[in-house]
């Protein structure tokens, strides 16, 4: 399968040639192997990740957190053929272009825990099922910790997780905002994601750059001790 990260493995550039340009400054091809491609925007003074997670044979497409600066996000939308719109968690910088994206027509869906943080959603996420993008296949994985309705995404056969602020490099998201809990959010990450996840299995998540579960995983010890 040929894959290939730019933040992380320059060295095995893609080899396609048949990639979506959108035009939208900022935007740039992320992740793509023969199946998918992920197309990320920096957005907002807390320098949210969108990604829009492409299927390669349909052109159909979903944005992750529609979180701000809504004209660029809605370019993406269209030239990227987003059918719909789905949010990792609550928290104000990772739904500040919610109310414009459903404005154009867009879906938006939230956990049913967090769903109250959001001006106005369209569905619910529940756990463990699965939502279809053209022939993709994401799984549905709800993490609470970082806030009481985080959800993360599974990409079906090839190995790629968004994990909102649930999981980063060097630790978890942090807990320290109204509903936060760090007994549960090292329960969600050790049980739910490091334990059934290959090592391989790259994490994108909502701020900065990816990482790995193999990377992260021997640090969990590390970051129960320090408490954060």
């Not at 493995?9 to 023969?34: A, I, K, Q, R």
């Not at 992750?64 to 993406?76: G, S, T, V, Y």
């Not at 994401?138 to 985080?150: A, F």
């Not at 090592?199 to 970051?223: C, K, N, R, Y």
Request: glycine share 10%; charged share 20%.
């Amino acid at each position: 399968m040929n894959s290939s990260l730019e933040t992380t493995n320059p060295s095995h550039p893609c080899n396609h040639t048949d990639h979506v340009s959108t035009g939208v400054p900022g935007v740039s091809l992320h992740w793509c192997d023969t199946q998918a491609e992920i197309h990320r925007i920096v957005v907002g003074s807390l320098d949210n990740n969108v990604f829009v997670l492409r299927c390669r044979e349909t052109g159909e497409s979903v944005l992750i957190d529609a979180a701000n600066e809504h004209d660029k996000l809605l370019e993406m939308c269209r030239v990227l053929d987003v059918r719909t719109v789905l949010e990792t968690h609550g928290h104000y910088d990772h739904i500040g272009a919610v109310p414009a994206v459903r404005d154009a027509g867009y879906e938006v869906g939230v956990t049913p825990e967090d769903a109250a943080l959001l001006d106005g959603y369209d569905y619910l996420l529940e756990d463990e099922s699965v939502i279809e993008v053209g022939k993709l296949r994401l799984h549905t994985i709800c993490t609470p910790g970082h806030t009481p309705g985080s959800i993360c995404f599974l990409l079906e056969g090839s190995p790629i997780l968004f994990s909102g602020d649930t999981l980063f490099p060097g630790g978890p998201g942090t807990c320290e905002f109204e509903g936060g809990d760090f007994e549960q959010i090292i329960n969600s990450i050790d049980r739910r994601l490091f334990a059934p996840l290959a090592p391989e299995t790259l994490v994108l998540p909502g701020h900065g750059e990816g990482t790995t579960i193999g990377t992260e995983q021997p640090s969990l010890d590390a970051w129960i001790e320090r408490g954060w």
